[in-house]
Structures are given as structure tokens and as C-alpha cells.
């Protein structure tokens, strides 16, 4: 019998889910132990056993969950130890940058009719934070916040700010 299931293939630096981050800081408490007894959880555990954060070693034929030095890692980092470093943004050079258009000849000015509507004027844009101003922001809601920052069904619009914020407080941290 043939089950027609897709299967992702995850990478132990992969995001965890709220669910996993749950378990694993359950584990990494220790005052409600994680065993082979919480059937409910197995699954759970095993998905963070393959990442490395935790183990589960057996004694007398079952197992309880332990939490691993990658485990403690991505608790206080917020991702795993063996996650690649992200490529460094490249700054756009000025040879990269579009260049303005020929001015015409004069001779077509000259002919060319006058016009008597004036282009339509662009509302003004808000003056945008700095990506600094937006990953110290971010910062500081999640040390408000305690140790998790939860954000419950965000718009389309919200989760790219969050994002670009999240972006933003990853490169403060790489700089202080």
C-alpha cells in the first residue's frame, strides 16, 4: 500500500515551528520531562532529534528527551549553530546605476507644441527608518516581549515589515 504523501526535506538549520520551539524549550526546562510515554509528542521530538537539539536516550526501553548543546544554541540565538552565514548584501555601484536619458535636440523643442497641463504632482512618501532605526525597534519589542515575540494571523503587509525588520535587527547584531 502506497501512501501519496510529499515530503520536504529540511535542513537541520531550517526555522523551527511553533510547535518544535514549544518542545524544545519544554525540554530545555526540565520540570515537565519529555518521555516516550508523551506519545503525542514523539513525532516532535524525533523531528528535533534529526536536527541535532536534542537527544533521547534510552534506559530500561524507553527514552526521555535531553537537551543538546545545539539546542541551547538556538534557544538563546534564535537559529542553529551549523546555519550558513547569509551572503553579504552587495551595495549597488555606480556603473550599475540607470542612467538618465539623452536630453533631445534642440530642434525638436523648438517645434515640439507647448503644453498647457503641468505633470501631475506625487504625493510626498514618508520619510522610511533606517534599517538600523527598524532592527533596533524590533530589538527592543522582543526583550519587551520576554524571550519569544508571537504575532497571531499577520497581514501580507505586516509580515513583510516584520521581515524587513527581522532582516534589519539581524544586521545591529552583526554589528555590535
Known amino acids: 500500500m502506497t501512501t501519496d504523501s510529499t515530503a520536504i526535506a529540511m535542513h537541520p538549520w531550517s526555522p523551527l515551528n511553533d510547535r518544535q520551539l514549544a518542545l524544545l524549550t519544554r525540554i530545555e526546562d526540565g520540570t515537565d520531562p519529555v518521555t516516550s510515554d508523551s506519545t503525542e509528542l514523539s513525532l516532535t521530538a524525533r523531528a528535533l532529534k534529526e536536527r541535532r537539539l536534542i537527544t533521547m536516550p534510552k534506559q530500561n526501553g524507553k527514552w526521555q528527551a535531553e537537551i543538546a548543546d ?64 527598524v532592527g533596533a525597534a524590533l530589538i527592543a519589542e522582543v526583550q519587551q516581549a520576554g524571550r519569544f515575540l508571537r504575532i497571531p494571523n499577520p497581514s501580507a503587509e505586516e509580515r513583510a515589515r516584520y521581515r524587513r525588520a527581522f532582516d534589519a535587527a539581524r544586521q545591529c547584531a552583526g554589528t555590535t
Open 70 to 133: 545545539a539546542g541551547r544554541f538556538y534557544l538563546e540565538h534564535g537559529h542553529h549553530p551549523d546555519r550558513p552565514e547569509p551572503a553579504p548584501r552587495k551595495r549597488r555601484s555606480k556603473a550599475s546605476e540607470p542612467k538618465a536619458l539623452p536630453a533631445s535636440r534642440p530642434q525638436e523643442q523648438a517645434t515640439a507644441p507647448p503644453t498647457t497641463k503641468s505633470a501631475p504632482q506625487r504625493a510626498a512618501k514618508p520619510p522610511q527608518p533606517s534599517p538600523a532605526e
